[in-house]
């Protein structure tokens, strides 16, 4: 029992040695020390996934109305990352208890993850993000919907 | 024989487990950091080592060296891997799993594999390396004492 106790901690010393070695000699591509900063601010979701999820729960563009009115996956709405801060932007129109999928203009947009970040801020427990985004959607030849949102419309 | 068919398939897996991550740390953060369960300050440390501690039992159980560590620590991943994924499904994320490089999600099967590892990693426990083995090559007398523990 206490020999597998030793041989044990053996293997796992040579691990440790050997990722932090192997990432040393790499450059540091991920710091041991600092803590870790997500891309993503939520669980990320495939296009196939998106496509699961599409039509059963509400999804948020996450872009700027001009955007959006350009162009969206059908049935989102826009709530722009540049709004959060206004009180109009109040979440109680959505089910707290829905699942939520936030997109924008695709990985290196970061609108959604602003977004998602307010949601689960607000009390939504599941929210996901999409990061492959509109541009993902519109080369996968997805339906898509032009024109404003129906509920700022006059905004 | 039947020791060295167990450490077989368990080498399999962790092999398989590690290739797809050892030079992507970034990546396995972020799969990590998606379970919710761990400190952001862990995080960088598992993800740096977990991938070599798959790469380093895969070695170990293929080669039969250390053999009871390596048996004692398979179980006990699948033991955590089983509450991470458990947890994961509990709560109904939709995530990406980190087991196999990339792609996979967290699932039922995935429990199930994970599950399994706490399995065969018990058996081969109680059964020792065998006698194709580093360990009984390198101190006969103690592989064979370890059927009477």
């Known amino acids: ?155 | 024989m039947r020791s060295l068919c167990v450490r077989l398939v368990l080498a399999g897996i962790w092999l398989v487990a590690a290739q797809g991550k050892l030079l992507e740390p970034v990546q396995m953060a972020q799969s990590i950091s998606n379970y919710r369960l761990l400190p952001d300050w862990l995080i960088p440390l598992l993800a740096l080592s977990l991938p070599w501690l798959e790469l380093v039992l895969g070695a170990s159980l293929l080669l039969g060296g250390l053999t009871g560590g390596a048996a004692a620590l398979t179980a006990g991943l699948g033991v955590g891997f089983a509450g991470a994924m458990g947890s994961a499904l509990a709560r109904g994320l939709d995530i990406e799993c980190g087991c196999f490089g990339r792609g996979g999600h967290v699932s039922v099967g995935g429990l199930i594999l994970d599950l399994s590892l706490v399995g065969l990693g018990a058996l081969l426990w109680n059964w020792g390396p065998g006698p194709w083995s580093l360990d009984a090559r390198w101190a006969p007398a103690q592989s064979d004492s370890a059927h009477k523990q």
């Open chain 1, 1 to 155: 029992m206490r020999e597998r106790f030793w041989e044990a901690l053996s293997l796992v010393t040579l691990a440790v040695l050997l990722g932090l070695g192997v990432n040393q000699w790499r450059g540091l591509p991920l710091s041991p020390v600092q803590p870790f900063v997500p891309r993503y601010s939520a669980p990320v979701l495939t296009l196939a996934q998106v496509r699961e999820y599409w039509g059963k729960v509400p999804f948020l563009d996450a872009r700027e109305h001009s955007e959006y009115s350009l162009g969206h996956i059908p049935g989102a709405l826009c709530l722009p990352a540049s709004r959060l801060h206004l009180p109009e932007q109040a979440w109680d129109a959505i089910d707290r208890n829905l699942t939520l999928v936030v997109y924008c203009d695709g990985p290196n947009c970061g609108a959604s993850n602003l977004v998602a970040s307010a949601a689960m801020t607000a009390g939504f427990k599941s929210v996901y993000l999409f990061p492959g985004g509109w541009p993902a959607w519109k080369a996968a030849r997805l339906p898509v919907h032009v024109g404003p949102d129906p509920g700022k419309a006059e905004k």
